[in-house]
């Protein structure tokens, strides 16, 4: 693998990319750099988790001047989560060389995003709606930039954004260098690079990548009444160190989360209809692990960049089976071994089929866990956490009160009460879910289009070209 300095990047990134503990480059990173560096246009498949934002952000604040008071560079992400944590990845990109990205997104008072607009970013990180709000109040203005990034560009098209991403792209000028990253391609975004984007480099990372090799696939067919007590089975068996249950609806979500806190799991839930301040809250206790199991949505958790993560539980297989290699990227990730489990309902098992091809590998079905398997975990956890305290032999203070104890209980009854208290019983506090049928899956979001037909050479989608200003071929690296 190649190091940042090897690349020949100023002294200020290097420092910088040491600083944020970056060792050597990943391969996307290894692999785009260069493209980005050399004025390329590049198109880059791969999804959150492999280190894509560095790959455009370190380019984009390398190429922009020490400062410069315009905001050159344009980050367009589909959630405002998504946006905070790619802003504040190029902020410390940026540290040394006096770079700053502003994340600007709904949810947010507009009067302070705009008084913040007031201390001249270089770089803009917004969701589409919020960004065309700046753009008709001329709070923002396009006119100065120079390179253009749509990040996680399949889900702002799952999320019906297509239309508001060309018009933002209407107002960038002609040559502006123009970076588009997606974990699938569908045909309309290529048809949206043909648009925009002058002869650009495609770069996709390997399936085994995108689907991440280090993280151990399987799947449960349950009825939906079952999933919750399995749920709480596996996290019994499994004891994650921190885990995100994935949810099809926001009433599923909080219907989830209280459950698992009534069963004594300490869990939160997130998705859209969170106020901003609270969102922003439970992400920090999952972080900072005064939570450990995070229930979510799909949009919730889209770009959410969260170390640490051992267990991805998808409660409700996605309805569009390109998630599904989003939700598995949130663990697995750094070279850590991870697991992603799946409960698939019998009338689903076509959706499962689907996801095996996408991601080009057999996902593995396994029985159903019982309820002594549950208590059996619970007991190891307890052994694990004893012969912890042992290995630390910080006992002095408890060797004199375990010889009084021994003095009146035999040592095998002593140790049978001790794992007794340190192990978590089964919680079977009855909980009751509203029953969700899947629905069908989603193509391409709200805004369908009827695209005309034909491909280019390279097997591409060929669209029509109404803005008549790029060129539409792809060259493959």
């Known amino acids: 693998m190649t190091t940042f300095y090897e690349m020949g990047l100023s002294a200020p990134i290097v420092k910088a990319t040491d600083n944020m503990g970056f060792e050597e480059a990943t391969p996307i990173q290894e692999r785009t750099i260069p493209l980005l560096m050399d004025g390329r246009d590049v198109i880059g498949q791969a999804q959150t988790g492999t280190g894509k934002t560095a790959a455009f952000g370190i380019p984009m604040v390398e190429k922009i001047e020490k400062g410069s008071s315009k905001v050159e560079g344009l980050v ?21 060389k006096g770079i700053r990205a502003l994340p600007i997104y709904g949810g947010q008072d507009i009067k302070r995003q705009i008084k913040a607009l007031g201390s001249k970013p270089q770089i803009i990180v917004g969701t589409p709606g919020r960004l065309m709000d700046h753009m008709r109040r001329k709070t923002v203005r396009l006119q100065q930039v120079s390179m253009v990034v749509l990040d996680e560009a399949d889900e702002m098209l799952n999320m019906g954004f297509i239309e508001d991403i060309e018009t933002i792209l209407d107002q960038v000028p002609d040559g502006a260098q123009t970076m588009l990253f997606s974990a699938t391609m569908p045909k309309p975004i290529q ?17 085994k990548e995108a689907t991440l090799p280090s993280t151990e696939q399987y799947y449960y067919e349950v009825q939906d009444r079952q999933k919750f007590d399995i749920l709480c089975r596996l996290l019994d068996i499994q004891s994650p ?44 206790r999952f972080r900072e692990r005064s939570i450990e199991i995070l229930v979510a949505t799909d949009v919730a958790a889209r770009g959410l960049d969260i170390g ?38 019998p009338r689903e098992l076509g959706q499962l089929k689907q996801i095996e091809r996408i991601i080009n590998r057999k996902i593995i079905r396994r029985p159903i866990p019982t309820v002594n398997e549950a208590i059996e975990g619970q007991q190891q956890l307890a052994v694990e956490r004893l012969m912890k305290a042992v290995a630390e032999e910080r006992l002095g203070m408890y060797k004199e009160l375990a010889g009084e104890l021994l003095e009146e209980t035999d040592s095998v009854t002593l140790l049978s009460a001790a794992l007794k208290l340190l192990t978590k019983e089964t919680n079977a506090t009855p909980v009751v879910l509203t029953d969700e049928r899947p629905q069908p899956s989603k193509k391409y979001g709200r805004n369908k289009q009827r695209q005309p037909s034909g491909r280019n050479d390279k097997g591409f989608y060929k669209g029509k070209k109404p803005y008549g200003k790029k060129k539409r071929e792809y060259q493959r690296v």
């Open 308 to 345: 640490g993560v051992s267990h991805v539980y998808n409660f409700d297989i996605p309805q569009d089976p390109e998630s599904y290699v989003h939700r598995i990227g949130r663990t697995g990730r750094a070279g850590k071994e991870g697991v992603a489990v799946t409960f698939v309902a």
């Open 191 to 207: 048809q949206l690079a043909g648009k925009f984007m002058d002869s650009p480099e495609f770069i996709r990372m390997e399936a």
């Open 76 to 96: 367009v992400t589909p959630t405002r989560e998504l946006a905070v944590q790619v802003a504040e990845e190029i902020n410390r990109i940026g540290q040394y």
């Open 241 to 284: 160190d921190l885990c995100i249950v994935f949810a099809r609806t926001k009433r599923r979500v909080d219907e989830i989360f209280e459950a698992l806190s009534k069963r004594g799991y300490l869990a939160e839930g997130i998705h859209s209809d969170l106020t901003q301040a609270k969102r922003n809250l439970v992400m920090r």
